[in-house]
């Protein structure tokens, strides 16, 4: 062993005693090469941790297209062979800070050898690899938990993602769901945490997603995102009658501005900018579907019936395992949309049209009028942009953000009973979901069918201590 890695050892040791044990027993699975522009570059298997002719350029690069201002905090997935670790701490500055988490300890074994000695040191960088899955959990929620939500960016070392180990199958769903929300569903802390702790005493005495399987059985559902499209596509919400129309929070006002009531409203969101979409709807006394870990103002201020569903109930233990796996398991992540799809298909709708689920921009234009976001000026996505195809064929800008949606609505709708359209043909074309390019004469077949099931009575949960007990012991470990 080189006297240059020897010391970066020592320095590892000082600083994070118990990942330098991880790293010591790890297994050498990293071939290192010289890459062209001289510099170290490895692979493991056929997975090239980083570019075979510059892969400092390519570190300094990755951290340029995250657009880290000075005094942001970085949530890392991925060490790779370490290049950008010191151009992320150079962007945080001296009032930022970065949490890089790897669950592969040959990779960090391996970028020891490599990376920058001083980035090891810095007290602004935070290491997390566990020397198993719950270990590696529970030291990422805590060190997440110390970050700012406000100022908390969160970036994905793809090569390193590709290499999760086969035994840390949570975390490749926490991060695959990262991709998609740009946040920790699994992985808690900051408002994820609180609301989940202050929401416990209502989602113990309210109503599972699972009590709503079958209500529309045979019937037609809409499901309503707030994309740009759903601007054109109102008008045949209110010209035809669904047994449900199940509506994301962020196009909800959109709809109740034109006298639109849907019969179920999702949300998902824990930040607390989301109660804008709610301070705009007004109250209302209809079903609101949540996880628990939605922001708790919304959740204690709402005046209609509240259902629960759980991500992963399997990552708690006991009367919590249980009592989550009762209120009904969401497969599909974090993504709002992709709740509304998912209880659509539990409900047993025979036909799912989608609405305002368009997967891509329009010109500037990222959200339907009348939402909080476009009132606001803002835009649904700040990475970066690439080209898709759509159902005609040709090209149309979307991000790299919205690959994990559309994938999750691809594999929910890949195995499920039902006929999924959507209204949203200049949308990006998806896999299984054929779009109707003639609305009226197909609404007009397939729409108007029977109302919905009263679900404002479902039956309600009513868990006793026990289960409040272990809940707070799984939020007080991780």
Known sequence: MTTAKNNKLKSLSARFPLIHDVVTFAPDLVQIETARSGAKTGRLGNTRLCSLYDPVGEAIKFTASLKIKPGDHVALYGIGLGYHLKPLLDAV?????VVAAEANASLLKAAISVLDERALLDDRLTLVCGRDEEALL??????????????????IHIPSFQLIPEDFPKTKNAVEMIRMERRFPLVMG??????????????????????LAGAIKGGVAAVVGAGPSLDKQIPLLSQFRYSAVLCSDTAAPALIKRSIIPDMIFSVDPQKETKLHFDMM???????????????????????????????????????????RRMGALKSGGSVSCFALETALMMEAKTV??????????GDKSYASDTVPAMLGGHQYDDEIVLERDYFGREVKTSRSLYGYRREFENLTKSCRASVYTLSPEGVCLS???????????????ANSCCLADIKNRPKQKAGGEVARSFLDWIDRI
């Open 93 to 97: 500055g001296d009032d930022g800070q």
């Open 138 to 155: 529970s030291d990422w929620s805590r060190a997440f938990a110390a970050m700012d939500p406000d100022r908390t960016k969160v970036a």
């Open 190 to 211: 900051g408002y994820q945490t609180d609301n989940f702790r202050k929401n416990l005493p209502v989602v113990l005495q309210s109503s599972g997603i699972a009590t």
């Open 282 to 324: 007004g109250k209302l006394d209809i079903p609101l579907a949540l996880v628990p870990t939605a922001n708790c103002d919304v959740v204690s201020q709402w005046p209609g019936p509240l259902y629960f569903g759980f991500i992963d109930p399997d990552r708690f233990s006991g009367p919590a395992q249980a009592f989550a």
């Open 353 to 362: 049209i989608l609405f305002g689920q368009d997967f891509c921009f329009d």
């Open 432 to 446: 299984g979901i054929e779009p109707i390019p003639s609305p009226l004469p197909y609404m007009s077949a397939v």
